[in-house]
């Protein structure tokens, strides 16, 4: 396994829509466990493809924040929001893709959710709590869409200025 490096905000890649995975092969399989090795080194708990720009519809998550529970890793491929709840609830999100950046966003409280497994399988799931945030947020990677997006127009140029400037002195280091 290796650990990718993370686009950051802006950059066009995190920008498009990304295609279905057509069929599962080892090289999707081992993709899926850089994502989930970068996700856990970042450290975060939801990684999307595009963000280490693979233009392809996958994602890694794991929502289990008591550092004492066993690690729960999941791995989506082409996941699709079947369901949502009229439920709404608000979470502070941030983005690897976009560090040290937080906001308030509203979502449907709850989701059901359909994808391929890493063994080819289908599955279904009923999120709720940060799981379903987060899987949403995820989803929304996968359409080249930001959860700055949500954020009115000031905050969001906002945070890209600061982004911006993020990503020069990083090039100059
Ligand atoms: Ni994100």
Redesign the pocket.
Known sequence: MSIRPILIHPDPRLRKHCEPVAALSPELVKLAEDMLETMYDAPGI???AP?IGVMKRLLVMDCVKDPEAPPSPMVLFNPEIVWSSAERSSYEE?????PEQYAEVERPAEVKVRWLTLDGGAAEEHFTGLWATCVQ??ID?LDGK??IDYLKPLRRQMITRKMEKLKRERARA
């Open positions: 939801g990684l999307a963000q941030g983005c690897l893709s976009i947020h995820e990677h930001l959860f």
